[in-house]
Every structure is written in structure tokens, then in C-alpha cells.
T-cell receptor, first 113, second 115 residues
Framework: GENVEQHPSTLSVQEGDSAVIKCTYS??????FPWYKQELGKRPQLIID?????GEKKDQRIAVTLNKTAKHFSLHITETQPEDSAVYFC????????????FGTGTRLKVLA | DSGVTQTPKHLITATGQRVTLRCSPR?????VYWYQQSLDQGLQFLIQ???????AKGNILERFSAQQFPDLHSELNLSSLELGDSALYFC??????????????FGSGTRLTVV
């Protein structure tokens, strides 16, 4: 069935270091891959996304890479800051025609000052 | 404010009861998606409606049902509630049936506590 695996489940980095979160999806028909940031008790917010016809996308300190052959995609955060501390979810679009997202299990990122 | 409105924000109810969660999508969005997030868990897809019609179904229990009304607001009905149903329930909306251009916009969620 449709599945998205996300690693690691928790990640602690020193302020200023980089953080990398990796996801693997199972549905070869998935063509859209958003990343969401969720602060404690708040709603998930879209921070970056990538479509299957693109290998990499960057927006200031965050970037996402996609390897369709391997069904892998990753979130890279550079020069981390304490306000980057949150839970990050990757997602993949579901089976064609349904338009739902399958979410990963989340990564709790802690940026240590 | 994301433009997606969920009410109520908090709900405490007893086991065996029935509750209704409400979601109003952003203006112009036709699709509504419901997700369940249990404590320290990921987002589990429940169901999607597009312009009043059910479009996709996830691991939604038979005790749960949903609908989308002509004004596009949606309601998620949870019945015969169990302790394990305690969770954050998020609604999201998108501008089209295939949200591959803009992604979802989530509401602030309804925190359901079953005691």
C-alpha cells in the first residue's frame, strides 16, 4: 500500500549547523512532495514543495532534493536557528486521482543554542 | 489566520458519545481533507471531499463519517467514541481537486479528548 517512511524521528543539532531529514515513498505514481513544519500545538504549515519533474528546489536556508528513481526525497536546512525547532513532516501525493497526501511519521528537530 | 476555520477548538466528551467537528475551507477552495493526529503521531488521512462529493477515503473507522455541504463547509461526525479517538483532528483545503500546485492549507485543528 501507500507508505512514506521518514528518518530520523528525532534530530538535535547545534545552532548554525545543518539538518537533513530523509523520506522514502512507495507509490511510483506520486508526483508532488510537500514538506510541512508543525510547531507545538499548532497547525502544519507548508514550507517547501517539489514536483516530480524537478530534482532540487531551494528557498533561502531550506532546500529539497528528489530522486525519483530511488523514490527518495530529503529536506536540508542550513545555518539552523532556534526557531527552526519543530516537527517536520514530509508527504507524497497519493494514488493518481485521489489527490490525498500520505504523510511521513515526522521528525522532531531541536536546535540547541 | 490560514483562512481554514475549524470549530470547536477543543472538545471534551465521554466514551460512547457522538460529536461533530466542523470545517470551513478557504474562500474558493473546493476540496476538504480530514486528518487525524494522535499524540506524538503523524497525520493519518481520513477522507477527502471535492465540491460535495467524496473523492478519497483513508483509514476512516466505520464509526466516523463526513460530508461536505453545498456551501462547501464540511463536518466530521465521530460516534460511539472511545478513549483512543482522543486526538487532534485537522481539516485542510485546497484550491483544486489535485493540490499539486499549491499544497494544502490546514486549519488550526480541533483537539478532541474522550474521557
Amino acid at each position: 500500500g501507500e507508505n512514506v517512511e521518514q528518518h530520523p524521528s528525532t534530530l538535535s543539532v547545534q545552532e548554525g549547523d545543518s539538518a537533513v531529514i530523509k523520506c522514502t515513498y512507495s507509490d511510483s505514481a506520486s508526483n508532488y512532495f510537500p514538506w510541512y513544519k508543525q510547531e507545538l500545538g499548532k497547525r502544519p504549515q507548508l514550507i517547501i514543495d517539489i514536483r516530480s519533474n524537478v530534482g532540487e528546489k531551494k528557498d533561502q536556508r531550506i532546500a529539497v532534493t528528489l530522486n525519483k528513481t530511488a523514490k527518495h526525497f530529503s529536506l536540508h536546512i542550513t545555518e539552523t536557528q532556534p526557531e527552526d525547532s519543530a516537527v517536520y513532516f514530509c508527504a507524497a501525493s497519493g494514488t493518481s486521482g485521489t489527490y490525498k497526501y500520505i504523510f511521513g511519521t515526522g521528525t522532531r528537530l531541536k536546535v540547541l543554542a | 489566520d490560514s483562512g481554514v476555520t475549524q470549530t470547536p477548538k477543543h472538545l471534551i466528551t465521554a466514551t460512547g458519545q457522538r460529536v461533530t467537528l466542523r470545517c470551513s475551507p478557504r474562500s474558493g477552495d473546493l476540496s476538504v481533507y480530514w486528518y487525524q493526529q494522535s499524540l506524538d503521531q503523524g497525520l493519518q488521512f481520513l477522507i477527502q471531499y471535492y465540491n460535495g462529493e467524496e473523492r478519497a477515503k483513508g483509514n476512516i473507522l466505520e464509526r466516523f463519517s463526513a460530508q461536505q455541504f453545498p456551501d462547501l463547509h464540511s463536518e466530521l461526525n465521530l460516534s460511539s467514541l472511545e478513549l483512543g479517538d482522543s486526538a487532534l483532528y485537522f481539516c485542510a483545503s485546497s484550491v483544486e481537486s489535485a493540490p499539486t500546485n499549491y499544497g494544502y492549507t490546514f486549519g488550526s485543528g480541533t483537539r478532541l479528548t474522550v474521557v
